[in-house]
């Protein structure tokens, strides 16, 4: 465990000063000039969060982990953190996302132990093979100018690849069960992006709907640990509770100084005080963060659904844009999407994404993420419209960059 620790520059919570410099360290040494923005660093990034649950099972019977969506860790180490009475025992450390930093990418990456170029998810919607549409996966449907059509295609193809499984898979081989808690309400339909990479675990059906819940992030924290408390109570098997909790979607729409008036983080980590002992470890961790949006003028995803010279609607998660044109068109469409990005952000070929090494040149699914790539550099991006407040999905500081939180003994 001691070298998971090293590896991922984890200190004691109470060394604010050696945590702040490990944060810094980390910042300097993703930068990368030619991209003016931050790379996802090559071991400590959330792919490899999978191997600190498993070292702790070579010691803990329980290891129970708080997955918190958008989260930066600027965030973390400034509202939250302050809200820990208790630092005993407590090990923290920045990480960095992967690219892009938007959570279908992020969280198949931290449960299956894997880079994107793997699994290849790119964002929350990209084109398939076999398919001249865009796939948005958290629907499980394809888009098609302004047409839905729903999803019935049965290949692995139109989910993600999987080569080693995901974590509740890998824990219930070596006879530890897992649950996860979080993602199943009574009116969420199932996914195949979602059923995959929670597959093999327990999962907590829900009693509340999930759209009663959905801007209410602090009562979804005191339902996760309601729910957690009663595994607690009647199981006394060696196990993982995973427990998610979406505070995403308030971010989007309320940002961060408002999640901070209403959350109770103080009673996450009471819990932790409260519930801790030599047999369990307990992890709270983060996929990607947010940053303010403003003077969004255009939404060029609405936008593409009627651009004839592209072959199917943009693609992409937020402040990552995939634009597919059709092969007599690319400089047309270039010239288009120069016009709509102006200096709110820097367009890239796939090429020159490759060289940058955000992704591998022999990378799953390389044709999912269009022939030009736009990241986007300032607030008024044109990414999801004017409807959000914060985005995600690009390379800055606060995207990139996200809180690792363990407690053991």
């Known amino acids: ?32 000039t030619y991209l003016n923005g931050y790379c996802p660093a090559a071991y400590n990034n959330i792919s490899n969060i999978y191997d600190i649950i498993t070292h702790l099972f070579e010691k803990k019977k329980e290891v129970i982990v708080f997955a918190l969506d958008a989260l930066s860790f600027n965030y973390f180490y400034s509202d939250i953190m302050p809200k820990i009475k208790n630092m005993k025992k407590k090990y923290a450390s920045a990480i960095t996302s992967v690219f892009p930093t938007t959570s279908a990418t ?68 070596k006879n530890i069960l897992t649950y996860d808690i979080g993602h199943y309400f009574e009116d969420n339909p199932s996914n195949p992006l979602l059923d995959n990479i929670t597959k093999g675990a327990i999962r907590i059906k829900s009693r509340k709907k999930y759209f009663d819940l959905i801007e209410k992030p602090n009562e979804l924290l005191m339902y996760s640990l309601d729910e957690i408390k009663e595994i607690l109570d009647y199981s006394n098997e060696k196990k993982l509770i995973w427990s998610y909790i979406d505070t995403d979607n308030f ?25 801790f002992s030599e047999d369990r470890a307990f992890l709270f961790i983060a996929d990607h963060g947010q940053i303010p949006q403003n003077n969004v003028m255009v939404d060029i995803l609405k936008e593409s659904e009627s651009n004839k010279e592209l072959c199917c609607n943009t693609g992409g998660a937020g402040r ?37 090494g955000l992704i591998k040149v022999n990378a799953n699914g390389l044709n999912r993420i269009g022939d030009y790539i736009a990241i986007g550099y300032q607030s008024n991006f044109p990414s999801t419209g004017p409807n959000y407040l914060f985005e995600h999905g690009a390379l800055s500081e606060d995207e990139m960059f996200v809180p690792l939180v363990v407690m053991v003994d």
């Open 320 to 356: 990552i844009i995939y634009v597919f044109p059709k092969p007599e068109m690319k400089q047309k469409i270039y010239k288009w999407l120069c016009d709509k990005i102006g200096d709110s952000g820097k367009i890239f070929t796939k090429e020159e994404i490759i060289n940058a």
């Open 251 to 275: 971010i989007h729409h309320h940002g961060y100084k408002l999640l901070t008036k209403i959350m109770e983080w103080e009673k996450l980590f009471d819990f932790w005080d409260d519930y």
């Open 106 to 173: 992020c969280w198949t990456s931290v449960l299956t132990n894997s880079l994107p170029s793997e699994h290849a998810i790119y964002g929350t919607s990209f084109k398939l093979e076999g398919a001249n549409m865009n796939y948005v996966w958290h629907r499980n449907y394809f888009c098609h100018g302004n047409r839905i059509i729903p999803n019935q295609c049965k290949s692995s193809k139109f989910r993600l690849v999987l080569s080693k499984g995901n974590i509740f898979q890998f824990l219930l081989k």
């Open 1 to 32: 465990m001691e070298k998971v620790f090293k590896d991922f520059g984890l200190v004691n919570i109470n060394h604010i000063q050696l945590l702040a410099e490990q944060y810094n360290t980390l910042v300097k040494e993703c930068y990368s």
